[in-house]
């Protein structure tokens, strides 16, 4: 069996190392909030964004991830991100606890908010420090896919660079997609978000032109 190197890759008897290091720096005292945004902050490092300082250029790599100095403010999680293509790029998150329930908020110009119950994830009670975290790939793939990618898809575009993704896409390939899908999937793909649902529109009820052609 391989080791895990990725979050979503750690087991209930071996965590990514980048996690473990990264939890072994917590207070004796840390908390199941604690851990849970511990979690993040490699999750947030996988996908490129990092808490750094702006003179510190060790901080934008994965293997020198740190817990921040108050980053803790009564009980309110807090502090700014970088974007790995650009120190330009600074978003902030913010973690509200209420009860057993995290709050994420991710901002940069517009607010995204995800929602987790933090005890699905952790396990306070273990003895173990690999034993205290259980669906971690559960919880790595919806911070990813929820959160990091969309904001991650809009940095890059609107630095003008591809992203490797559908929504990254120009609009006319994603038209073209669109009329290539059988109808159930066509449906699916149109609930994901707004502007998918008007190009579902697009691509069933009017003709649009590109490049002079008619599709």
């Known amino acids: 069996m391989s080791h895990p190197y990725l979050v979503e890759e750690s087991s209930l008897v071996e965590l990514a190392p980048n996690l473990e290091r990264l939890v072994m720096s917590l207070d004796n005292n840390a908390n199941h909030h604690d851990y849970l945004v511990a979690v993040v902050i490699v999750v947030l490092a996988e996908t490129g964004f990092f808490i750094t300082p702006e003179d510190d250029q060790e901080g934008w790599r ?3 991830l740190y817990i921040p100095r108050n980053w803790k403010s009564n009980g309110i999680y807090q502090f700014t991100l970088r974007y790995n293509i650009s120190r330009e790029i600074v978003c ?3 973690g509200v606890p209420t009860g057993d329930t995290m709050i994420l908020n991710l901002c940069n110009g517009s607010t995204r908010c995800i929602v987790f119950q933090t005890l699905k994830y952790i396990n ?3 003895s173990d420090i690999s034993g205290r975290f259980w ?3 559960e919880f ?3 911070l990813k896919n929820e959160l990091l990618t969309p904001l991650r898809v809009e940095l890059l575009t609107k630095f003008g660079l591809p ?3 559908l929504h990254g896409l120009p609009e006319e390939l994603k038209i073209h997609i669109f009329r290539r899908l059988d109808p159930k999937s066509r449906r699916n793909l149109s609930l994901c978000c707004q502007q998918y649902s008007e190009i579902n529109l697009e691509s069933r009820g009017h003709s649009v032109r590109i490049h002079g052609r008619s599709w």
Do not use: A, Q, T
């Open 62 to 64: 994965i293997s020198s």
């Open 92 to 94: 902030k998150l913010v």
């Open 124 to 126: 306070p009670h273990s």
């Open 135 to 137: 669906n971690l790939k």
């Open 140 to 142: 790595s793939f919806r």
């Open 163 to 165: 992203s490797p993704s």
